[in-house]
């Protein structure tokens, strides 16, 4: 990283971003959010499943308490809501209805993944091809709404901003559990992410059918730092678990040709790609973080959720800790990699554009 850009970094992070909230006039009419437990807000509280954060000590710097946010706060798309003039959060899908879908609809659903066997051991998820089918749902009612013609709705959605995350999953609860799944013996490295890449494209290619026009692709974040993998795998005295981050470099190298690919083979896409690799990897010392290996909150041992343990106090200082559970960020976390990801403070954050350029075109 340059020295301008760290010695920019450090003076934006001394201020207390815990209370920050950007509102204003909304620079798109809508958010849609496909994703994982990064994003979800909800969608898994009424799934059978084990991947879900609806109770405490999970929300407990949220004002509406433990809603179903793997964090203690906000996740980051919550903040990019608020960065692009949206004042409240985007409903999660079972609760959206009527004006709700006009501000857009969060589909995110922990456990999920690009694959649809994906995280299948913790229970019921949403997977990114049936958040896809939701979304065509949603645009039935949002064309009863905004003008029941084709060309009304598809105007309407194409000035919208779509924010989409997902592949975690198919690394951490797929590819490196093999008691559960096959998919580590039958591929290489190389070859699992050409494959996960292969069917991404197509379900992005089915998100622009659909009317999407902007839309923000995060890269993957760097899985192997994480405490769960830290402490299933070592370190082997670094700071994090180098193979799996390599391996995961692997898509994210191919995630941003096809976004190349996608901007110059659809007509009028714009696609871009959110490098949380690279924001995430800036010194914590820098951002105010002092514990980068531990969680916040205390979590099971025995089990691979790495989620916390309910009702137990979480550490006081949260704003010192990368992360809230054994995978999730803090929202101290979350605020950094939203405003990188919606401004660029580096010309690696974003690429070709940020997010906040992309809601201008």
Known sequence: ????????????????????????????PCIFIFGDSLADNGNNNALVTKAKANYQPYGVDFPAG???????????????????????SIKPFPIANGGDMLNGVNYASGAAGIRDETGLQQGDRMSMNRQ??????????????????????????????????????????????????????????????TLL?????????????????????????????????????????SACVQ??????????????????????NLTNANFIYVNTSGIQSTDPALTGFRVVDTPCCEVGSDDDLGTCLPLKSPCPNRSEYVFWDAFHPTEALNIITATRSYKSLSPYDAYPIDISTLAQL
């Not at 020295?3 to 920050?20: D, Y």
């Not at 292969?198 to 999407?212: C, E, I, K, V």
């Open 1 to 28: 990283m340059a020295v301008g850009v760290t010695v920019v970094l450090a003076m934006v992070m001394s201020f207390e971003w815990s209370t920050i909230r950007v509102y204003g006039q909304k620079q798109v």
């Open 66 to 88: 433990a809603t179903g946010r793997f964090s203690n706060g906000r996740n980051a798309v919550d903040i990019i809501a608020e960065l692009l003039g949206f004042n409240e």
């Open 132 to 193: 896809l089918q939701n979304h065509e749902t949603i645009i039935i009612g949002i064309s009863k709404v905004v003008g029941n013609t084709s060309a009304t709705t598809s105007s309407y959605l194409s000035k919208c901003i779509y924010l989409v995350g997902m592949g975690n999953n198919d690394y951490v609860n797929n590819y490196y559990m093999p008691q559960f799944y096959t998919t580590s013996l039958q591929y290489t490295p190389h070859q699992y992410a």
């Open 197 to 237: 890449i292969q069917q991404f494209s197509h379900q992005l290619r089915t998100l622009y059918r659909l009317g999407a026009r902007k839309i923000a692709v995060n890269g993957l974040g760097q899985i192997g730092c994480t405490p769960k993998e830290l402490a299933t795998y070592g370190n082997n005295g």
């Open 243 to 264: 193979f799996i981050n390599d391996e995961v470099q692997l898509f994210n190298n191919k995630l941003k040709f096809l976004v190349d690919e996608l901007n110059s």
